[in-house]
């Protein structure tokens, strides 16, 4: 088995240099609006209908046809 180096967390410096450009309030007030920001989902436009299928999902409608047919 191959051993994978993890990346260190972050530093404490990297925390004092944006305090120390921003501010204390505006480095708080950004973490505690990332900490209740709701997290994104994908797109279920994006998922084959397979995996819509096994999520609960009804397939993809088919695609309309392309508007040059109809000249």
Known sequence: ?????????PT?????????????GRVLLAALRAMVRPKSRP?????????RRD???PPMPPPLPSSRALY
Do not use: E, K, V
């Open 1 to 9: 088995m191959t051993a994978l180096r993890l990346p260190s967390a």
């Open 12 to 24: 404490r410096d990297i925390i004092d240099t944006a305090i120390a450009l921003h501010g204390p």
């Open 43 to 51: 797109p279920d436009a994006a998922l084959p209908d397979h995996l």
């Open 55 to 57: 999520l609960g999902l």
